[in-house]
């Protein structure tokens, strides 16, 4: 996110609501990859929206120079874990990676 938002901000993006990421963009895929990295699981509807919106906060601290703080990180993290869905009950089943292959 960070490596993003900086690049936004280095190509002289201006504002926030001027991000955008589609299922094409590349730190979408990135972040499917990483945390999908077989595609077994199907992504959340909200995963595109929570990404975008996640960006955009990180570009907002950094461009206002909040991110020479300590602990700059945290009002980010406040501000998208409302964003969170509740864990899907197979998840948590101690079988789940063996349902997957």
Not at 12 to 19: E, L, S
Not at 26 to 42: A, G
Request: hydrophobic share 30%; no cysteine; net charge negative.
């Amino acid at each position: 996110m960070e490596k993003y938002a900086r690049q936004a901000v280095s190509e002289g993006m201006k504002n926030a609501d001027d991000i955008h990421v589609s299922n094409d963009s590349e730190i979408y895929r990135v972040l499917n990859l990483h945390y999908n990295r077989n595609n077994h699981i199907e992504v959340p509807q909200n995963f595109r929206y929570v990404v975008e919106q996640t960006l955009r906060e990180f570009f907002r601290a950094i461009q206002s120079g909040k991110d020479t703080e300590q602990s700059w990180k945290k009002s980010i993290y406040k501000i998208i874990s409302r964003m969170d869905d509740p864990v899907p009950e197979y998840f948590k089943s101690p079988n789940f990676l063996e349902q997957l292959e």
